[in-house]
């Protein structure tokens, strides 16, 4: 990725999560936002304000423009109308904040509006309240008639960012990007972000004239038009959200159908070739991976879909497998002939989706696949012409079983073990279960109680079929690339863990130019509970998007870490611990350590070493305020001090320091 020279717009290469990649190409591109803060997608907002704070000049050389309404409903009003009077426009929201703002989405695109909506895909309240990653939101929209792209990383993020812009003022038709929430959003990864000459030569300017892509459109506007319509033009007024009778209404929503919605797919496609012409990053409604010989496709959208292209190399290799993975990048229009093509004639395919509809007959993108697949078939079985001729034929024996799979709910851990049982599921010798959710037990394999043992009995005898709704996986193997680096953070909310965990990733970036993923385990809980930060890097990509099970080195800031947590799970053979401690002696800090944990230590042979942080920290802070947070940057040069990183990489210690002040004055100014 970005190493083809010779194309013009290969990228800039950084480190950022995905919030701050839909921002840097947004701030670039677009004239003005509404939006209203919620988690995940708050930082989107924030970082567009920031920028329009500081008098940021997008490529049309105008200022821009953030309104922060009274809530989502209003900021997407607010949006809809920026949109009207020809600006380049966006929005940021997630969870409640899309249902809120659900009804006033039909009118955008019935006013055939250009916007982009950027989502960071979150967990509706379906039994109680959580902020993580879900597609509820996301597929809550599905009827709106918005066209819906999902970026699968960072780099998708910003690329698709850019191309939505372009299909959108194309097709006269409002578009939605989404993201895992937090499992995206929040996560530092290595990417090529876009040049800022590459969005104004690929989208150009919104008062551009430009020839009017379609029949439709030249009907209304003629040969030429401005890229964005101004709908709203005090000096040439026109009607909009009139009120129509029964008379017109239902023609007039029956007619954007051939007249919009149907031009939406080949613009889309026409803006990924352009898209890649200039950056050589390819892109299509469906992105495939060693689908050609595969028997078993594993069908799914987002962050799951790096960790399913992982397994299935590592099935290939290792058990001869044969898996290819299919990215359901556009759902929206339903990219029913590409879904036809490649699915036809595989043993098995299973379809991972981040969100349970319990009442429907299947979930989203299984309802579609199916409905694909059944016209298909239609096409098999005509008589005469083929009823669907964009869509493949299928004769007997093309129909793939199809199998459906929740996982990852509220951002629900997802280990290579559940996504090689959704494989093992389908295997001639597996349950073959159609319907079931990854890596989660109805039922505890062994109880922990006698009376834990008789509730379970209840339940079991009440529903006996329950555990069929479960599938794990046979093994959990170790999938990140040769020469990684794995790191897991124990501190404390409020301590800097966030910060510090940033600065050592960035760091790693900057000196070694690896390839890096950093993800803090947010949770709900307040300031002064425990947190967790995982940190990798690699000379190679990283695509498995999971917590670490297998790392090298563990900083627990948290002195009290081993009362609450099994610090040392995971922890490889050989590796690095490092505790804040305030003991004298190393056989007092010795002693502090749980007889339990210290048997651990001792037959992993682990390499234990502490810090007092809270003392450093102390001695060299001005800012009292900033003593917890500094804390960490002690620990930051402890993990350097005694990890292997600085001998593998020919780190010399003056190196080292000037690349950590850099963070540290980027981070808190000098």
Not at 204 to 224: E, L, S, V, W
Not at 495 to 523: E, S
Request: glycine fraction near 8%; proline fraction near 6%.
């Amino acid at each position: 990725m970005g190493k083809n020279n010779t194309f013009k717009y290969p990228g800039k290469r950084v480190a950022l999560d995905g919030n701050t990649a839909a921002i840097m190409c947004e701030r670039e591109s677009t004239d003005a936002a509404g939006a209203y803060p919620i988690t995940p997608s708050t930082q989107m907002g924030e970082y567009w304000a920031e920028e329009a704070a500081k008098g940021h000049l997008n490529i049309s050389g105008r200022p821009l423009i953030f309104i922060e309404p009274e809530g989502e409903h209003a900021a997407a009003g607010v949006t809809a109308g920026l949109s009207m009077t020809g600006l380049r426009a966006a929005n940021f929201s997630s969870g409640q904040g899309i249902a809120y703002m659900h009804e006033s989405l039909y009118a955008a695109v019935g006013k055939r509006l250009t916007y982009v909506l950027n989502i960071g895909a979150r967990a509706m309240t379906k039994s109680t309240l959580n902020v993580h990653a879900g597609h509820d939101d996301y597929h809550a929209i599905d009827d709106t008639g918005f066209f819906q792209m999902f970026a699968k990383n960072a780099q998708h993020v910003a690329d698709l960012n850019i191309i939505a812009h372009k299909v959108a003022e194309l097709a006269l038709n409002p578009g939605i990007v989404a993201q895992d929430g937090f499992l995206t959003t929040h996560l530092i990864e290595s990417l090529m972000i876009p040049e800022r000459e590459l969005i104004e030569e690929f989208l150009g300017r919104p008062d551009d004239i430009i020839d009017t892509p379609t029949g439709a459109q030249k009907i209304i506007y003629g040969n030429k038009r401005r890229r964005i319509p101004e709908l709203w033009d005090v000096d040439n007024p026109v009607m909009a959200g009139i009120v129509q009778n029964q008379d017109a209404y239902m023609q007039s929503v029956a007619a954007q159908r051939p007249f919009f919605f149907d031009h939406i797919k080949d613009l889309a496609e026409e803006a990924f070739h352009d898209f890649y012409e200039l950056t050589g990053r390819k892109y299509s409604r469906v992105m495939t991976y060693k689908v050609e010989d595969a028997d078993y496709l594993i069908v799914g959208q987002g962050s799951v879909v790096p960790s399913a292209e992982v397994v299935a190399d590592y099935l290939r290799k290792t058990r001869k497998i044969k898996v290819g993975v299919v990215n359901l990048v556009m759902f929206r229009p339903f990219p029913a002939d590409l879904i036809s093509k490649v699915l036809k004639g595989r043993k098995g395919v299973v379809v991972l989706e981040r969100l349970d509809q319990p009442l429907a007959g299947d979930q989203p993108m299984m309802r579609e696949i199916r409905s694909a697949l059944n016209k298909a078939q239609e096409n098999g079985v005509a008589k005469k012409d083929k009823p669907y001729p964009e869509l493949e034929t299928y004769k007997q024996g093309d129909m793939p079983p199809l199998y459906s799979g929740s996982f990852g709910m509220g951002s629900r851990d997802l280990q290579p073990e559940g996504l090689i049982g959704a494989i093992e599921n389908m295997l001639p010798d597996g349950d073959h279960k159609k319907l079931f959710y990854l890596s989660i037990d109805f039922l505890r394999k062994n109880a922990f109680t006698p009376k834990q043992e008789i509730y379970q009995q209840t339940i079991k005898d009440a529903y006996p079929e329950i555990g069929k709704l479960s599938v794990r996986g046979s093994e959990n193997p170790n999938l990140m690339p040769d020469g990684a680096i794995t790191v897991r953070f124990h501190s404390v909310g409020g301590w800097g863990a966030i910060t510090t965990g940033k600065n050592l990733a960035m760091t790693l970036f900057d000196l070694l130019g690896y390839h890096i993923k950093a993800n803090p385990k947010y949770g709900s809980e307040k300031k002064g509970q425990p947190t967790t930060y995982y940190l990798s890097a690699a000379p190679e990509p990283i695509r498995i998007n999971c917590e670490y099970y297998y790392v090298d080195v563990v900083l627990s800031p948290d002195p009290n870490v081993f009362k609450h947590t099994n610090a040392l799970a995971g922890l490889k053979e050989g590796g690095v611990f490092i505790i804040q401690s305030d003991q004298e002696t190393p056989e007092q800090m010795w002693e502090s350590i749980p007889k339990n944990y210290q048997k651990i230590i001792i037959e992993r042979n682990i390499k234990i070493f502490y810090i007092d942080g809270f003392k450093i920290a102390r001695e060299e802070a001005t800012d009292p305020e900033l003593q917890l947070r500094m804390q960490g940057i002690a620990f930051q040069g402890a993990f350097f001090a005694a990890s292997p990183v600085m001998k593998q990489a020919g780190l010399n210690e003056k190196t080292l320091l000037k690349a950590i002040e850099d963070q540290l004055e980027h981070k808190f100014g000098s």
